[in-house]
């Protein structure tokens, strides 16, 4: 079920015209799907970091090229606690 989600998922950027999906994922999970990790882009997080877990695919060949700096995000993101994460969690699992 999980791959089948992600494929639809790619599937779907690439038809909305997306260049590229960043992700912070389980590492040995996403590179099956052809993630690799973002500094081989270039791409670090807001603060300027790398780790295995900050993933990109780009959706074509080259989409990336060229393409460097920081991966800024929304700041919802900084302020859901683990209460309304795992709210929303439940709730997409009904």
Do not use: C, Q
């Not at 590179?31 to 695919?57: C, Q, V, W």
């Amino acid at each position: 079920m999980g791959s089948a989600l992600i494929h639809k998922t790619l599937e779907v950027a690439r038809e909305l015209g997306y260049r590229a999906v960043l992700i912070f994922g389980h590492e040995s999970y996403y590179p099956r799907f052809g993630f690799k990790h973002a500094s081989e882009y270039g791409i670090t997080t807001a603060d300027g970091k790398n780790f295995p877990a900050f993933m990109a695919l780009p959706l074509y060949d080259g989409a990336l090229d060229g393409v460097h700096g920081r991966l800024v995000y929304n700041e919802v993101y900084d302020t859901l606690d683990r209460a309304e994460s795992d709210a929303l969690n439940a709730k997409l699992t009904e």
